[in-house]
């Protein structure tokens, strides 16, 4: 997905900003559901976050089904394909950051990176909200002064730390088809009073043996998993909307205001109040 090529016909890709070492392109992709997957190769080093829909991606280490908030990455030079089975036939959109190889190694190197300073040690990530944020500040705030060399900074910053803590597992795995039940059930009633009861009975699992599949399926537990979408979903609000802070917190399935204002902090560093006020470069300082 992150450049084009001549098996990409069926997407279309507006290119935002370039840098030195660095291009942000917006994909959209509207391969109808079920429609065949093109072995394809990745033409640049690239983070890529899903905006919207759902595909899997596959590499030659297995698949996953990626949905709204997580994260592709591409090493130049490999294999993958996406295909749309599991999709409602509306196809996919997708935020590219692809970076040059001198950049990425010298980014990597410079973090103290662990393993190879020169490529991504996994193929993909469940939902970071901060990278979400950080996408989303590039993509609605234009290319003034080093805008878009500091996000992506961060970016790289984030996704290593990710990469680094062990958070996913160590290859693309083939998802579990209940892990893949219970993150669906989550993903579309993230905004209710949900319990693990019930996302368990969805996957056919007992609760425990829900959280062992999970976690080994997904990279995240299904608590971890469900509060990264709440922010996320909290962010858009408060960058796309003018609702009350207390109103984004209750439409995004919080309980308790203050739950929601220590979750944010934790994340992004700030409160919603804050941030909403902020200037957009609050969010691309690396951490």
């Not at 059930?185 to 425990?208: D, H, K, N």
Request: hydrophobic share 40%; proline share 5%; net charge neutral.
């Amino acid at each position: 997905m992150p450049l084009p090529s001549d098996a990409q016909a069926e997407r279309r890709y507006q290119p935002l900003q370039r840098g030195s070492g660095l291009r942000l392109m917006h994909c959209q992709c509207r391969a109808a559901r079920g429609e065949r997957a093109v072995d394809e190769e990745h033409q640049a080093f690239s983070i890529t976050l899903v905006d919207r829909g759902q595909f899997t991606y596959r590499t030659r280490a297995g698949g996953a089904l990626l949905s709204a908030g997580w994260l592709m990455l591409g090493n130049v030079g490999e294999g993958y394909a996406c295909s749309h089975e599991d999709s409602d036939g509306s196809g996919d959109d997708c935020t590219v950051l692809s970076l040059s190889p001198a950049l990425l190694e010298e980014t990597l190197s410079a973090l103290g990176a662990a393993g190879s300073p020169n490529r991504f040690g996994r193929a993909c990530l469940p939902p970071l909200p901060r990278v979400a944020g950080l996408f989303h500040a590039l993509d609605t705030g234009g290319d003034e002064g080093f805008a878009l060399e500091e996000a992506a900074l961060a970016i790289v910053a984030q996704v290593s730390r990710a990469l680094t803590d062990g958070e996913a597992p160590a290859a693309l795995p083939r998802q579990d088809e209940r892990a893949r039940a219970a993150a669906h059930c989550i993903e579309t009633r993230s905004a209710e009073a949900l319990t693990l009861e019930e996302v368990a009975r969805v996957a056919g699992l007992s609760p425990f043996h829900l959280l062992r599949v999970f976690r080994q399926s997904i990279g995240v537990t299904p608590h971890q998993y469900l509060m990264r979408l709440r922010l996320m979903q909290g962010l858009r609000l408060l960058r796309d909307t003018r609702l009350a802070v207390t109103d984004v917190a209750y439409e995004t399935g919080w309980a308790d205001l203050s739950n929601f204002n220590k979750a944010f902090r934790r994340e992004f560093g700030c409160s919603p109040r804050s941030l909403r006020r902020a200037d957009r470069r609050q969010l691309a300082l690396p951490a």
